[in-house]
T-cell receptor
Framework: EAGVAQSPRYKIIEKRQSVAFWCNPISGHATLYWYQQILGQGPKLLIQFQNNGVVDDSQLPKDRFSAERLKGVDSTLKIQPAKLEDSAVYLC????????????FGEGSRLTVL | AQKVTQAQTEISVVEKEDVTLDCVYE???????LFWYKQPPSGELVFLIR??????QNEISGRYSWNFQKSTSSFNFTITASQVVDSAVYFCALREPGTASKLTFGTGTRLQVTL
């Protein structure tokens, strides 16, 4: 079974530029998450999708971050304009149906904002 | 609100030593799920174990064991006879039931196993 795919693995941009990250979850997983992991910290949830609907985006900085999952499969997370404090690893995860299932994570996309 | 505390920021042991990683959680729900994930240098979070709140039986998997105690809201993780390949950051996490519930992580414990 293929895992969660993310791209790009690494991205370096200057502040005020824009960036987009892509995630393809495990086939059949209805729930998709984007987490932000700042160096030395635990992952923090940015947004959670159930199929193509947003379940929780309470911690998403909506003035600069946006995410979509139009067809209920893959997802894109965009940052525009980027700030220095957005430097982090952006982790995508998916989960199968059911309330107790663990999350399966991709390798993450490391963003450096200069 | 749910919260996970991993008080140990970094632990360093010599290979073959046993090591315990502590995890304390807070939640208002009586039903919840606890997890441990391993994050090696490659960055991917690797699932280790899931525990339901109504199952306090301790679990052993090879060199890994978990001690779940609801009375103290703790879910500690022990590695027996540690190996260099165990070097990673370990995260404890909590999730309440329901489709909409999120997974809340602790800040992680960095384990360094040396020869």
């Amino acid at each position: 079974e293929a895992g969660v795919a993310q791209s790009p693995r690494y991205k370096i941009i200057e502040k005020r530029q824009s960036v987009a990250f892509w995630c393809n979850p495990i086939s059949g997983h209805a729930t998709l998450y984007w987490y932000q992991q700042i160096l030395g910290q635990g992952p923090k949830l940015l947004i959670q999708f159930q199929n193509n609907g947003v379940v929780d985006d309470s911690q998403l900085p909506k003035d600069r971050f946006s995410a979509e999952r139009l067809k209920g499969v893959d997802s894109t997370l965009k940052i525009q304009p980027a700030k220095l404090e957005d430097s982090a690893v952006y982790l995508c995860a998916s989960r199968p149906q059911g309330t107790g299932g663990e999350l399966f994570f991709g390798e993450g996309s490391r963003l450096t904002v200069l | 609100a749910q919260k996970v505390t991993q008080a140990q920021t970094e632990i360093s042991v010599v290979e073959k030593e046993d090591v315990t990683l502590d995890c304390v959680y807070e939640t208002r729900d009586t039903t919840y799920y606890l997890f441990w994930y391993k994050q090696p240098p490659s960055g991917e979070l690797v699932f280790l174990i899931r525990r339901n709140s109504f199952d306090e039986q301790n679990e052993i998997s090879g060199r890994y064991s978990w001690n779940f105690q609801k009375s103290t809201s703790s879910f500690n993780f022990t590695i027996t006879a540690s190996q260099v390949v165990d070097s990673a950051v370990y995260f404890c996490a909590l999730r309440e039931p329901g489709t909409a519930s999120k997974l809340t992580f602790g800040t992680g414990t960095r384990l360094q196993v040396t020869l």
